[in-house]
């Protein structure tokens, strides 16, 4: 089965700085993708990513196929930023994946501070 | 736009009585999960099913029931039988086309029982 290592597992900052949560996993993937879920809240999905590069508003996210590593960058970053940051990998079919072929990382809780 | 509703974001049962998350996806995927979620820890499977009529258990699926009577709908009972129901569910839905899930998320039910 996929292994899916999030890192840092707890990140405080300050409002404005850049913040860059990394994703790295063990097989070869079909997708990618980062998920934000608030306190107490819902799962927003951010990104899905095959390739190269996303950007939406402060969120940029990043995947490298042939390191599997991936990276969640914000910046400018505010305290309605504050929420844990899921990844989660595609693996290929037959190939690495569990019965869903879907592994989640246990997240990047993250702190912003005013 | 297609999509994955979960009703209702937020439950609140007595202990005991058995209750039902709604998902509902009007994307025409196959395939349809259940997953849970524990303070500080990742995602599991509950239930999976790829087909209609068919479904599969997962890594946690003690407790729970689901159906699959349509296409666009995977209910999930919390029976009484759940020793600790109170976590947060998330549905979600796949494709498969070829050798790709294609992964679509709901943003989850809250259910706390008292």
């Known amino acids: 089965k996929n292994e899916v290592e999030q890192s840092p597992q707890n990140l405080t900052a300050q409002e404005g700085e850049f913040i860059t949560i990394n994703c790295s996993y063990s097989?070869?993937?079909?997708?990618l993708h980062w998920l934000q879920q608030h306190p107490g809240g819902g799962i927003v999905s951010l990104f899905m990513?095959?390739?190269g590069k996303k950007k939406h508003g402060r969120l940029i996210a990043t995947i490298n196929i042939q390191e599997k590593h991936s990276s969640l960058h914000i910046t400018a970053s505010h305290p309605r930023d504050s929420a844990v940051y899921i990844c989660a990998v595609e693996s290929l079919m037959y190939s690495g994946g569990g019965a869903d072929g879907l592994t989640f990382g246990k997240g990047t809780h993250l702190i912003i501070q005013p | 736009d297609g999509g994955i509703t979960q009703s209702p974001k937020y439950l609140f049962r007595k202990e005991g009585q058995n209750v039902t998350l709604s998902c509902e996806q009007n994307?025409?995927?196959?395939?349809m999960y259940w997953y849970r979620q524990d303070p500080g820890q990742g995602l599991r499977l509950i239930y999976y099913?790829?087909?209609?009529?068919?479904?599969q258990k997962g890594d946690i699926a003690e407790g729970y029931s689901v159906s699959r009577e349509k296409k666009e709908s995977f209910p999930l009972t919390v029976t009484s039988a759940q020793k600790n129901p109170t976590a947060f569910y998330l549905c979600a839905s796949s494709i498969p086309a070829g050798l790709i899930y294609g992964y679509t998320f709901g943003s989850g039910t809250r259910l706390t029982v008292v």
């Open positions: 099913s790829q087909i209609v009529n068919d479904f």
């Open positions: 990513l095959s390739s």
């Open positions: 097989v070869g993937i079909s997708a």
């Open positions: 994307l025409n995927h196959d395939a």
